[in-house]
């Protein structure tokens, strides 16, 4: 049986946890946006400014690792996020007495031994494919890489 004062510990991380993790996917949306801003403004710049001239290529290829390393950023951001959820699990698994050694308070410790093997388990079940982050910055490389391969020599 729980103690109450343990009990509440629990409770209060847990739902700590639930906003941050709900957070991350506002920050998520900004990453996108971020991503479409300054990778669409370079292609568009590529085509539009006079001082682009000849340049058009380099241009567009700043623009398509912009993309990437956007993608990248969000991937990153999305495996911490999934670090803490790990956390969350941990907790549910403890409340239905499946985790009896689950100590309180430890979101930190959790989150410290779980990143690395999340990002490589993400790596290797390859999420960073997801259409649900792989987009916009898939779509955004690959039209750098068309409008690339149409830019005259």
């Known amino acids: 049986m729980l103690d109450a004062d343990k009990l509440r510990l629990f409770e209060a ?5 639930q906003d941050i993790v709900e957070t991350f996917d506002e920050r998520t949306l900004q990453i996108k946006g971020w991503s479409v801003t300054v990778s669409l403004a370079a292609i568009i710049s590529a085509y539009a400014s006079e001082a682009a001239k000849g340049h058009e ?4 290829y ?10 990248i950023i969000e991937f990153f951001w999305k495996c911490f996020q999934w670090t803490l959820i790990l956390r969350v699990d941990e907790i549910e698994a403890f409340m239905r007495g499946e985790a009896a050694g689950t100590l ?13 093997a999340e990002v490589k388990r993400s790596v290797l079940a390859a999420k960073f494919l997801k259409p ?3 987009l916009p910055h898939a779509l955004i490389m690959f039209l750098a890489v068309v409008l690339a391969g149409s830019v005259p020599s």
């Not at 991380?13 to 946890?17: D, I, N, V």
């Not at 700043?62 to 993608?71: D, E, K, N």
């Not at 309180?104 to 690395?116: C, V």
């Open 132 to 134: 649900s982050l792989a």
């Open 57 to 60: 290529f380099v241009i567009i």
């Open 104 to 116: 309180p308070l430890q979101i930190r410790s959790s989150w410290t031994r779980n990143f690395k």
């Open 62 to 71: 700043v623009a398509a690792m912009s993309a990437l390393s956007f993608w």
């Open 13 to 17: 991380e847990y739902f700590k946890l």
